[in-house]
């Protein structure tokens, strides 16, 4: 069982015993709704949603006054409470029996009134309010929610267990959308302001290519335009719990583990300058965190772990300031307090809007000139040398595959002709992991991207270069490849452009 630290304990700290005393009794200003688990399952390694929410996990209300009540009585498992904007209805991941999968629930804030509003043929897990999304022909914005589900088969190909992917889906479930195609699952989703997307996921397959490290990735809530927010160069291989604040920041738990389930310390980026600005937050020397929780008074909550002493994550403030610990908000014996939010009224996001038409089969990429890179080791490409784009198709692994291995079986989608000026412009299947690799004239390789990509039906996708500066403005030219049609790359007879 984890106590809050005493006055003195504050004061060696180097805080004033005023402030220490101010903070005890007086943790959180908000109800708060979060995950009570069994602490024995925080071991498992495995990605499975049902690991992730096991038998007994349940959503609890938390109040001020420190009382407590569980929301999800007659659940089997509850997990992944998403707070809706005006505060009085909460998505979650659940299952009424062991003879189900993980849904996505709605229930009222006092948990009455849950309903299923997925039928997923896998786990659905993590929801996510995402505001709206709009075509210039429709009639008004839909509303949607975003979540992770396992239901289109694709396994990862070094464990065979399911691929977790994004999907959206209008507030009651129907019209889903698969938004994402990592051959490997992504973790789960927070959203900014703006209403893109931000989540963990490979850059490319492990061991293979480079991507032997997780990323922060942004997207729209339609999948498109997917761009690194966090590259993640130079720090711990694996971040995940990705939470935005008000306070311009973007939250995060590094860890030196793949496992979702794996807690480490507290970083964040700036939203002014997120692929470059990374600060280590709060280190757990002695400990792991997991899900921070930047609170709408400007503070910060996050889960913690003791590995000296308790063997459950409790709930604690945080200095936002300086990382310090201060006390616990809630502990449990024998339980995990995780994924905690605020149970109030927040800013709606903006809503999207959307030129993907679900009925077409194919996307663009264009690049203005592949001469444009920061990258060392590539600098023979400002002077130019590559005569062709290579596009690489991953073939996603099943479980009626027959072999696993350390990455994704991989084929040759086609070739087209880089301009003079280094542009190009090819037309591809959307919704498949794609990536690229430049030729000289003899088909030798002279640069190969280590991450995958792909796009959306009736998409236009465009770089500057290969690995430009991403806060550059784009070369105010017209690209040769841009005047001449998209060279059309593994489509078969009768796709559509």
Sequence with gaps: ??????????????????????????????????????????????????VLCPDRSQIVRLSPDGSERPLTDGFLAACDPAVSFDGRQILFAGRRSSKERLQIWRMDDDGGAAIRITDDPGDASAPLWVGSLFHLN????????????????????????????????????????????????????????????????????????????????????????????????GGPPYPHSVRVGRDGRVYFVEADGESPLGG????????????????????????AYLDPLPLADGGVLASYLSVDGDASYGLYRVNPATGERFEV??????????????LAPH????????VVDLSKTTGVFFCVSSHVTDRPGLEHLREGGAATIRVIEAVPFTKKSTTTGPGSEENILGEAPVESDGSFHVEVPSGVP??????????????????????????????????EDREMVVPNKMADAFVKPAVQLGQTEGSEE
């Design 1 to 50: 069982m984890m106590f809050a630290a005493g006055p003195t304990t504050y004061f060696r700290r180097g805080l004033s015993l005023a402030f220490a005393l101010l903070l005890v009794g007086s943790a959180i200003s908000q109800d708060l709704v979060f995950v009570q688990r069994p602490a024995a399952a925080a071991d498992a390694a495995a990605t499975e949603a049902t």
């Design 138 to 233: 429709d009639d008004a914005p839909t509303e949607r929610i975003a979540y992770l589900a396992t239901g289109h088969g694709w396994a990862d190909p070094r464990t065979g267990s399911p691929v977790a992917a994004l999907y959206t889906s209008d507030l009651d479930g129907r019209n889903p959308w698969r938004i994402s195609y990592h051959p490997n699952s992504v973790l789960a989703p927070d959203v900014l302001a703006n209403g893109r997307l931000l989540f963990a996921a490979w850059r490319g397959t492990p061991g293979e290519h480079g991507g032997s490290r997780r990323s922060l990735m942004a997207v729209n809530n339609d999948g498109t335009d997917l761009m690194a927010f966090h590259d993640n160069h």
């Design 264 to 287: 480490g310390d507290l970083a964040y980026v700036t939203l002014r300058r997120p692929l470059h600005g990374r600060t280590l937050f709060a280190a757990a020397d002695d400990g």
């Design 329 to 342: 908000v809630h502990a449990k014996n024998g339980f995990d307090i995780l994924d905690a939010q605020e």
């Design 347 to 354: 800013p709606r996001v903006q809503g999207r809007s959307s």
């Design 434 to 467: 794609l990536r690229f690799a430049l030729l000289d004239e003899q088909g030798g390789t002279v640069a190969e991207q280590n991450s995958w990509t792909w796009v959306m039906p009736r998409e236009w996708r465009g770089c500057i270069g290969c690995h």
